[in-house]
């Protein structure tokens, strides 16, 4: 065996032993992270972008920060606070520094207040289908969510269809 190929079989050997021992510490810091009351709220199933809302709540001793989401079925994901201006208007603001989630306390993401904006949905959805996003936190790692999908305005048709 050449010296190439001896080089190229370490650095295999060294990428798996890397990413079992990350995989191990993601989930074993990732179930002090718990994440409850998940939904998606979308305006009509033909929408084209929607909101994500769940209560996230940190049993752990070490603060953590959510900073970012992914998602297949969205082109764009954005951490929104939403605000109420002095002109009284409501506005959605991006979270660019994410949202901290400290030792010991819970944050609830909710309608009229902070939550996840999907952008650009590829598909259409029907209540109570189920919506996969992945929430990024700076410690956790990746915690991945199938969420329930509540659809805001149902026609008289589409209630009878489902
Ligand atoms: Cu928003």
């Known amino acids: 065996m050449g010296i190439f190929s001896r080089i190229i079989m370490l650095r295999a050997k060294f990428m798996a032993a890397f990413v079992v021992s990350t995989l191990s510490f993601t989930q074993a810091i990732a179930e002090e992270i718990v994440i409850s009351d998940g939904t998606a709220l979308l305006a009509t199933k ?3 972008s929607g909101a994500v809302y769940f209560e996230m709540q940190n049993l752990g001793g070490v603060g953590d920060r959510l900073i970012g989401v992914e998602s297949e079925i969205a082109q764009k994901t954005e951490l929104h606070s939403h605000e109420i201006g002095a002109d009284g208007v409501a506005r959605m603001e991006r979270l660019e520094d994410g949202i901290s ?6 944050r609830i993401l909710e309608q009229g207040g902070d939550h996840i904006m999907l952008m650009g949905l590829t598909r259409a959805f029907s ?6 996003i992945s929430l990024i936190f ?9 969420l329930p999908v509540r659809i805001a305005r149902r026609t008289a048709r589409s209630e009878r269809s489902e």
Do not use: V
């Open 127 to 132: 209540q109570g289908d189920h919506l996969e």
């Open 138 to 146: 700076e410690n956790a790692g990746e915690i991945s969510l199938a």
């Open 101 to 106: 989630l400290p030792p010991g306390q819970s």
């Open 46 to 48: 033909f929408a084209k």
